[in-house]
């Protein structure tokens, strides 16, 4: 499905800038934003990951750089920053679409 934004006006000094009239397209790709209306329990995610793959915390503390501390309120936490998420995954070699689908099973 595609969606058609107009800009508005924009006024200078002297009338209306030059790309004031141009129409802009924006696909939206509808199946990928309604994709999952499940929210994932990274924290969750996290456990279970560290299961499959045997890394103790105290590896995945030392790959991440941050304390015991900060870990286990990670570990705890149902959502995290999407950087966080996405080295998560690279520590466990897993793609992020398969790191957050972990807690579905």
Known sequence: MIYRFKKSPVVTGQGFSQGAATERLLKVNLRGLMMSTHL???????????????????DLCAEM?????????????????????????????????????????
Do not use: P, Y
């Not at 994932?40 to 105290?58: D, F, L």
């Open 40 to 58: 994932c329990n990274v924290g969750k995610c996290i456990r279970i990951a560290q299961e499959i793959k045997k890394v103790s915390t105290k």
């Open 65 to 105: 750089g941050v304390a015991r501390q900060q870990m286990h309120r990670w570990r705890h936490s149902e959502n995290l920053k999407i950087h966080t998420v996405q080295s998560m995954a690279d520590i466990f070699n897993m793609r992020l679409e398969e790191f957050v689908r972990l807690d579905r099973t």
